[in-house]
């Protein structure tokens, strides 16, 4: 009998460490990018300023890099210390894009980045820039394979059920890698990382802004940061919207539980502007509504319905049983009786095995379970509704605020000429910096927690993944991690304070002249609103 409480933690322990790590893992994979375009500036030009800004972004990369690497090398062994039935079932399939993540990426990023901040002297500008890249592909590269692998998560298909080895195995490699939700899923996340990227350098910017420090400096980086960012929202926003789509046709009780849709509405569905939804009654207290809107964000059309989730659970309720039936006659199947017709019923059935797995965690009996049970299994077969709503609003309600943010500041910056005469709107910009970090934190846990119940989406329940350890074994260990990690948030924060506040090493101060309406270096910028 699995230990509900040591699932409940193993649960927690690896939500910790993955949101932990994923603070470090946007600023990583855009950061890498602007390093490179500031560094591709400087070997086109040849102007030294775009030399000495890549050096000083490329060291808080190096910060920031170090400290993600430090957080993520846990996470891997988690699948065998905590969730180790999930590595025996889905280890022929999960395992090979983090082996190649291992082999490739890693080694290339890890690899390169050692001889970009030691080969400055030692290379031509060429062939630096050339490392540069390699060093900010292999970021992404590796976010890649991570990304494919949890693609396969949300939308397991490429593989099937094995009766002999009671294990998933692969069916089509090429199909896994090149997955409709992996690659969208890919996209989706780095283009997140690119504007959480784009706005520390604008915050930070406006931070040696106001502090009157290195003012052209300032700018330059800025202005990059901007014209980065504006094409990073965009790209979110297109990717956000294939994203969309796909959760739509692969994971309808994930897109029902983001918008509080208990009701299956006439198409097109009204979109959920605010709603406080009570999911044991299946309905919402409060729903205020926008006619049609999700209906044309969520199927690109006015007759296509979007599936309720009362809708949802009676199908699923007919799959627990069929789920059941296969259950039952793999039963039979693996104490001797595989007999033909044992063969082709569990075959007929076998696409349900994973919901006849979910009466292992609802009923005393599994194989014979009442109908309380099943009603039971069916009811908790969908995602949390309350967490993936309101995360899924804190993310568009973010990146929308950052978009405007992002205007104003490019409006004042590179039209107007005066940013640096507004401190409101400079705290403003570094105030925003945490902002997208959020962003990336609840779009993550809508992509984990949409999936619940599920380790695997229909295939594998989170209840059946776990290892054979003790509540304490894991509460201790979450305990452990969490003060270590955050023992590492802490000391990069600090790290990368220090190297804020000392500001870049300008090689050629001639290039830092000021025009007439700027501030110097040395002069604190005019202080009027």
Known sequence: MVNELMVELS????????LYHFLFVPLTLGISWLVFVMELVYVATGRVIYRDMAKFWGKLFAINFAIGVATGITLEFEFGTNWSNYSHYVGDIFGAPLAI??????????????LMFTGWNRFSKKT????????????????MWILIANGWMQ???FSEFSPERMRMEMTD??????????????????????????FFVIGVSAFLMLKGKNFQFAKRSMTIGLVFGFCAMGASGLTGDLSALAVTKHQPSKLAAMEAEFETQTPPAAWSVFAIPNQDKMENVVSIKIPALLGLIATHSFDTEVKGLRQIVAENEERIRSGLIANRTLTKMRAGEATEENMALFKAHQRDLGFGLLLVEHAADPLNPTEDEIKLAAH?????????YYAFRIMVGLVGLLGLVAAVAAYLLLYKNDLHNRPRMLKILIACIPLPFICCEAGWIVAEVGRQPWAINEILPTYLA?????????GLSLLFFIGIYTVLL????????????????????????????EPTSSTEPNTAV
Do not use: C
């Open 11 to 18: 649960r927690w322990q690896f939500a910790a460490t993955s």
């Open 101 to 114: 993540e291992g082999l490739m990426a890693f080694f290339l990023e890890s690899t390169f980045i050692g």
């Open 128 to 143: 630096h820039l050339v490392i540069t890249f390699l060093t900010a592909l292999g970021s992404n590269l590796s976010a």
């Open 155 to 157: 939308y397991p298909e």
């Open 173 to 198: 490699f090429w199909g896994l890698i090149f997955s409709e939700v992996a690659q969208v899923k890919f996209l989706h996340t780095v283009v997140a990382g690119y504007t959480t990227a784009s």
């Open 380 to 388: 908790n077969s969908v995602p949390p509704v309350w967490i993936n």
């Open 466 to 474: 776990t290892s054979s350890l003790s509540p304490l074994d894991v």
């Open 490 to 517: 802490i000391i990069e924060m600090k790290l990368m304070v220090k190297a804020i506040k000392k500001g870049p090493e300008i090689t050629d101060e001639k290039e830092l002249a000021p025009k007439a309406d």
